[in-house]
T-cell receptor, first 117, second 116 residues
Framework: NAGVTQTPKFQVLKTGQSMTLQCAQD?????MSWYRQDPGMGLRLIHY???????DQGEVPNGYNVSRSTTEDFPLRLLSAAPSQTSVYFC????????????????FGEGSRLTVL | AQSVTQLGSHVSVSEGALVLLRCNYS??????LFWYVQYPNQGLQLLLK??????LVKGINGFEAEFKKSETSFHLTKPSAHMSDAAEYFC??????????????FGSGTQLTVLP
């Protein structure tokens, strides 16, 4: 019962460094997404994907890149980290888009806490 | 466009007391509504959801919520709080629309503290 797995759980970066947050799910979910969580602001959508080879921007995409080469994996890349990207990042996945599953129910990973100095 | 407002970023109740967490939404189309719970250092997990049909929805751990279209509300309640209910609770809305890519909009969260 792995579900959604995120790595690393904790990371400290210096301004300007790059890194990739990994996300993998074993539930054959077509929909995957990345959120960031900041105090008092809830969760904000960064990028999402509705299937392999298809990605789109969410509410706060600037400074982040994504790709979706397989159904299972959805990495989030920070090309040049900034202090404003200090946050907790959550990956979430959902049922296949066309199967009539519970619309909007997301399955979350445990989060990756990123600090940019 | 859609949005969610959670009234009260922090709520404290005594153990055994009623829990009431407020959520109001705005949506240009009929919504799906959700409550998620986040325990410390964990991801979010679904507590309950409203899609269609009965407006009173029961979830896990004794929680329930009622969809009131006229009030655009989806408040979360539990008759008797338990210490283990201490967590952050998020209300979320998703458009009920064919072809939706399941874009959830989350509220800013309510931290529930249960006092002994």
């Amino acid at each position: 019962n792995a579900g959604v797995t995120q790595t690393p759980k904790f990371q400290v970066l210096k301004t300007g460094q790059s890194m990739t947050l990994q996300c993998a799910q074993d539930m054959n979910h077509e929909y995957m997404s990345w959120y960031r969580q900041d105090p008092g602001m809830g969760l904000r959508l960064i990028h999402y994907s509705v299937g392999a080879g298809i990605t789109d921007q969410g509410e706060v995409p600037n400074g982040y890149n994504v790709s979706r080469s397989t159904t299972e994996d959805f990495p989030l890349r920070l090309l040049s980290a900034a202090p404003s990207q200090t946050s907790v990042y959550f990956c979430a996945s959902s049922y296949p888009t066309g199967a009539g599953g519970p619309r909007g129910e997301l399955f979350f990973g445990e989060g990756s806490r990123l600090t940019v100095l | 466009a859609q949005s969610v407002t959670q009234l009260g970023s922090h709520v404290s109740v005594s153990e055994g007391a009623l829990v009431l967490l407020r959520c109001n939404y705005s949506s240009s189309v009929p919504p799906y509504l959700f409550w998620y719970v986040q325990y410390p250092n964990q991801g979010l997990q679904l507590l309950l959801k409203y899609t269609t049909g009965a407006t009173l929805v029961k979830g896990i751990n004794g929680f329930e919520a009622e969809f009131k279209k006229s009030e655009t509300s989806f408040h979360l309640t539990k008759p008797s709080a338990h210490m283990s209910d201490a967590a952050e609770y998020f209300c979320a809305v998703s458009p009920l629309r064919a072809g939706s890519a399941r874009q959830l909009t989350f509220g800013s969260g309510t931290q529930l503290t249960v006092l002994p």
